[in-house]
């Protein structure tokens, strides 16, 4: 009997629903002060003198520290291949200026958060308010943002491959769009947050942080305290959700830990809601102009993209790498011989960006998705014929797209044909027809999608004790995906044993073997295979010596291996399609049903699978609905509470139906891709085609995200 | 997110509550559900000297059915309204707009009197108690007046309320015999802020309509009521009761044709 | 300026000395030392830090534990016997209704009390039942599953 491909319920979830997990501020430390920070309310600003006189007389404030209290560096700023990065990276406390309402401009600490508070208010800074820099497209006009950094570009990356030029002179036809696509929150239930501790004995600073793994804040942290790996230890509590929010370490925690060592005394940050709107990096934000050069058979001969992608007011490690992705991805499903992409990241006087559930594919998706169905139309063709006619064919894999990645397999037809079949189409396009002829305005969309995931490297150590029961050290971390169960399931069908008699170790740097960390829905391909390299390896010596595993650990008085597993991306894909409905009344929009047809590769759980894809899609809803981060033309965050930027609850929730299309990754040993992300990259890009399939009749082409009622009130008019 | 220091207050009897409101120099707020105010207190958005706790004054704990009237005590929380038999049967409307307040949680602990006080202009109770004609019975230490709608809501969270005074009962008369009534809202998601809203009593040709988020108070629109009262239709209603309002912002033209929409529906439903 | 408390919570009686501006969940957490209640926004929006105030659910994070004096309170930790799991614990666990378990106990205090007075609940009284907590993970749907299961198996119990 195999474990892998069963559905089996999560083996942690008893902590989680008895109220025994240990999350970031249910850690209780002898002597624990409390953190808080004064931000800026300015977006753009100089920044003067900050006085803290008033704040300290207040009996039990500690200490309050401004930028110039700290000798740090700035977190470091990451690259993209092919691409250049300005050196933007975040100052740990604001120095000189203020790049975006909300910047942390001095920390306070205080015996409790409320005093912490209190003092933070009697903080005076003097700031001399500067024009705020709002619009990426018109971004390169407006002030600096940084004094060294030219028109404000951040970032520049480019791409032309074939002969654009020529296929598109040369077209049938050609279809042009404008986008915007809206900055969103992350907003986990748990902000985010840390404690430092600094043992000045052994020099060894100790940060427990709510993160998704502890191997990204240690190297970003060490950077910015310049503190060797060895005198730092990052350790990772129960995580409650990240969705890519809780990557790149937040300037916070390194000020928090600065502070601790500066301070000689352990400290707690526990984001409240509020700063985790104001100062937690978003998501998405691009504007984009795309044309699609066709043929009169509708293949699609060329692709030009101007991508502006509105990055805020400094580059985090992972800030550049969602405009590159969704650059990186804009062929999609399709076989495009000819491209012309340009992306431009932008410094706006916003709150960073960085990568949030999808980072880049969904917005990918959503312009390539957006654009073939804008081509069906011009063309008279069914939207779903086109991208027959479009696809990478199965036997094209592994096939190098005109940008550059190689898509290691697909069945990208398949996942169409499987998608159309589950959300009934044909059905629909009957209904449609009847609910028009009665003055209903219904509509119907396909979106395909393809997921980079995985790649570089991920590690794990595997002991098998004497008495058989294993414990794996993984360097891939939980936050809500369950690895604690597939893990398990994993170890238990390469040694034979029960996933019961597997523990699974993870989080503490102290720990675990060096690991790249849980994002990009990397973990079972990458941490998964690590395990499986390091399985293997016992199985072979246990072959070798004419013995199972467990019998040679039981000879040896236990036996260990460690395995470091790397390989190029792999790509799963899939195809959604909605049904949606619009009243014309009041121009509210009903998500009716939306068919996820996700192609994974091998599933280890279809249980948790089914919660991922669930969940993503749900997230993607949301963006379609409700959810969008609408700064003011002060740069002011006015969705900066639950009041004003909701999420969808229980009772707005559509029929979800999924399935899975397994095609092997041949890059592991699993077989395996990513299952966490293909909701929330579809499931936008099939509703936005089913709400301009809705509208078609009313001569309306596109409409950009989120679906509100007034904008589409307005457009039935 | 935590509030600044307040001094605190939780008296067991009414004269106690007014003597303690009636002090000077003092900013003092009521605390009754704590549902609106707990947030501007963690947001520090209010920041009393004082608060003074009504919740264990038992004498205002009560919702009952008086004769022909419907009285609720100030501190008849959301929660009693909603289960009570008596306003099911007798005052459906108000049955139907509490279902729309906020979420289970939030109906335990809120208050009815704590909406009204409010005085959100996208509040449920508020609207249907305006669409009912109900009273509004004020005590001070200085004695007691009572108001309706249209004399206690003043402006955007604002009522003619003075500092001394608590809203101690709302007199609910029952509804026109014969009558049927229907609460309607628009929000973005479940238990969110209503964008809209209309709650509507109608009995032939006498109708009873009130508007919620319409402006900055809860609207009684007596236009709209005149039309179905002298011309019997629920469309043309629907366009007198959203012709007068001063709706500005972006998406004032939607706003608009929502409450017309809701306006309507209500009408529509009570009618049905 | 601090009070003397006592509040039931859990079937013990806690008394702490408490400044009137502490919120309920900040008592429970860090003062009572109860870590399963978590605090989502502090504004009653997300329902994780919901509690059951003399057997009704509340929003901790708007109360003033002031206001909980010589009241029961019960938490997450009360719900399961012994070592096991509350049928509505193991209903979400074999639905997969929990993924990073921040908002599951808000959840789960929640529906305790809704099935105590809706113990045969239709799938939209479920749903609005489940709306005034936010779950950022699964969708909701498993949860919807796990609240009709735990219904079935709480009436046969």
């Known amino acids: ?155 520049r990356w480019s791409r032309v491959h074939g002969d654009p030029e020529a296929a598109f002179a040369a077209a049938h036809a050609a279809v042009a769009q404008s986008f915007h696509i809206p900055r969103l929150v992350a907003a986990p239930i748990e902000p985010r947050g840390a404690i430092a501790r600094h043992e000045p004995e052994v020099d060894i600073l100790t940060v427990w942080c709510s993160a998704q793994d502890p191997h990204r804040p240690l190297a970003q942290l060490g950077h910015a305290l310049g503190r060797d790996r060895d005198r730092l230890r990052v350790v990772v509590p129960d995580v409650g959700g990240a969705f890519g929010s809780k990557g790149a370490v937040g300037p916070e925690v390194a000020a928090v830990a600065a502070a601790a060592v500066e301070l000689g005394v352990p400290i707690r940050w526990t984001e409240d809601r509020t700063e985790n709107f104001l ?43 969602a405009p590159h992705t969704t650059a990186m991805l804009l062929c999609g499903t399709y076989r495009i011989p000819a491209v012309d992409v340009e992306v431009v990241g932008v410094a706006t006087t916003k709150v960073p960006t960085g990568p949030y559930r999808g980072a880049g594919r969904p917005e990918a998706a959503f312009l390539i998705e957006r654009m073939v169905d804008i081509a069906a139309g011009e063309l008279g063709l069914d939207p779903a014929e086109l991208r027959r006619r479009n696809f990478v064919p199965p036997d094209a894999f592994p096939y190098q797209t005109p940008l550059g990645w190689t898509y290691d397999s697909g069945s990208f037809e398949r996942c169409l044909d499987a998608a159309v079949e589950l959300g009934e189409v044909e059905r629909r396009r009957v209904e449609q027809a009847w609910a028009r002829a009665e003055g209903r305005v219904l509509g119907v969309g396909v979106g395909m999608y393809v997921e980079r995931a995985a790649g570089l490297w991920e590690s794990a150590d595997l002991r098998v004790e004497a008495d058989g029961r294993a414990v794996v050290r993984t360097g891939s971390s939980p936050h809500g995906q369950g690895h604690e169960t597939t893990f398990a399931q994993i170890a238990a069908d390469e040694l034979g044993v029960d996933p019961e008699a597997v523990e699974i170790v993870w989080g503490d740097s102290g720990e675990v073997p060096p690991g790249i960390g849980t994002f990009a829905s990397r973990s079972v391909a990458m941490g998964g295979s690590a395990l499986v390299v390091a399985a293997r390896e016992l199985a072979a010596r246990a072959t070798q010596a004419g013995l199972s595993v467990a019998e040679l650990a039981a000879a040896e008085g236990g036996v260990e291996a460690s395995a470091r597993f790397e390989s190029g991306l792999v790509f799963a894909s899939g195809a959604y399609v909605a049904v949606v409905e619009i009243d014309r009344p009041t121009g509210r929009l009903r998500v009716l049903s939306v068919a996820a047809v996700d192609d994974s590769g091998r599933i280890v759980n279809p249980l948790l699978a089914e919660g991922q894809v669930l969940g993503a899609t749900v997230q993607g809803l949301g963006q379609c ?39 092997p990754s041949p890059l592991n040993p699993l077989g395996a891709k990513g299952i966490g992300e293909g909701g929330a990259i579809a499931t936008p890009a099939a509703v936005a085609n089913a709400v301009a399939d809705a509208l078609a009749p009313f001569g309306v082409r596109h409409v950009d995200p989120p679906f509100t009622e007034a904008k589409l009130w307005r457009l039935l008019r | 997110m935590k509030p600044a220091a307040f001094a605190y207050d939780d008296p067991r009897e009414l004269g106690h509550v007014l003597d303690l409101l009636a002090r ?32 264990r004054v038992e004498e205002l704990a009560y919702l009952r059915r008086d004769g022909d009237v419907l009285r609720i005590g100030a501190l008849a929380r959301h929660a009693d309204l909603e289960r009570s038999e008596e306003v099911a049967a007798g005052w459906p409307l108000l049955a139907a707009a509490v279902r729309f307040v906020g979420h289970v949680q939030i109906r335990a602990r809120g208050t009815v009197c704590g909406s009204v006080a409010h ?154 | 300026m601090t009070r003397q408390i006592a509040v039931d919570l859990n079937g013990l009686v806690v008394e702490a000395e408490v400044e009137p501006r502490l919120l309920l969940s900040d008592f429970i957490r860090h003062r009572a030392g109860l870590h399963g209640t978590h605090v989502g926004c502090e504004q009653g929006v997300c329902g994780a830090c919901t509690v059951q105030l003399d057997g009704a659910p509340v929003r901790s994070c708007l109360l003033l534990a002031v206001q909980a004096d010589g009241h029961t309170l019960r938490t997450v930790e009360s719900l399961a016997p012994g070592d096991g799991l509350h049928p509505i614990q193991a209903a979400f666990q074999e639905t997969h209704a929990l993924q990073c378990g921040f908002c599951t106990p808000g959840f789960l205090m929640s529906i305790e009390a809704f099935l105590r007075h809706r113990p045969d609940p239709s799938e939209d009284e479920i749903r609005e039942a489940l709306a005034g907590n936010l779950c950022r993970c699964t969708g909701y749907r498993a949860i919807i599953e796990a609240v009709g299961l735990a219904a079935e198996r709480l009436r046969g119990a």
């Open chain 2, 24 to 55: 000077e120099g003092e900013d003092v707020k009521v605390l009754a559900g704590g549902q609106s105010l707990v947030p501007l207190l963690n947001f520090r958005l209010a920041r009393p000297d004082r608060l003074v706790d009504l919740n």
């Open chain 1, 1 to 155: 009997m195999t474990w892998v491909g069963r559905p089996v319920p999560r083996r942690e979830d008893a902590r989680f629903l008895r109220g025994e997990a240990t999350y970031l501020d249910d850690l209780e430390l002898p002597g624990l002060l409390e953190a808080a920070f004064v931000r800026s309310p300015f977006a753009h600003a100089r920044l003067g003198a900050v006085d803290a006189g008033a704040a300290l007389a207040l009996p039990g404030v500690v200490a309050v520290l401004a930028g110039s209290d700290l000798d740090v560096l700035p977190l470091p700023v990451g690259g993209v291949e092919g691409g250049v990065v300005a050196d933007a990276g975040h100052p740990v406390l604001a120095r000189g200026k203020v790049r975006y309402a909300g910047e942390a401009v001095a920390l306070v600490v205080a015996g409790s958060r409320a005093l912490a508070e209190d003092a933070a208010e009697l903080v005076e800074v003097d700031y001399e308010p500067l024009e705020p820099v709002l619009d990426p497209r018109a971004a390169s006009a407006g002030p600096l943002v940084h004094d060294h950094v030219a028109e404000n570009a951040l970032v």
């Open chain 1, 625 to 663: 609905l409700v959810e969008e981060a609408v700064h003011d033309e002060e740069g002011q965050l006015r969705t900066a509470s639950f009041a004003d930027y909701s999420l969808l609850t229980a009772a707005e929730l559509p029929a979800i139906e999924g399935r899975f299309v397994e095609t």
């Open chain 1, 279 to 321: 100062a937690a990096y978003q998501g998405r934000g691009l504007d984009a102009d795309v044309e699609l050069a066709l043929a009169s058979d509708g293949r699609i001969l060329a692709l030009r993209a101007a991508l502006y992608a509105d990055l805020g007011g400094y580059l985090y490690a992972t800030t550049a790498v």
């Open chain 2, 119 to 272: 005085a959100d202009p996208a509040a449920e109770l508020p609207v249907a108690l305006a669409a009912l004609d109900a009273r509004f019975h004020v005590r001070s230490a200085r004695g007691s007046r009572t108001l309706g709608a249209e004399e206690l809501f003043l402006g955007f969270l604002t009522t003619t309320l003075e500092p001394d005074e608590l809203l101690v009962e709302i007199e609910v008369p029952a509804p026109p015999a014969g009558s049927g009534s229907a609460f309607v809202e628009h929000a973005r998601t479940h238990g969110d802020f209503a964008l809209g809203g209309a709650a509507a009593v109608v009995a032939g040709r006498e109708a009873r309509l009130a508007l919620l988020a319409a402006g900055p108070v809860p609207l009684r629109a007596r236009e709209a009521e005149e039309v179905v009262a002298t011309r019997g239709s629920f469309p043309e209603a629907a366009d007198a009761a959203v012709a007068a309002l001063e709706l500005t912002g972006p998406d004032a033209d939607w706003r608009r044709a929502l409450l017309r929409e809701l306006a309507l529906r209500a009408l529509e439903r009570a009618a049905a």
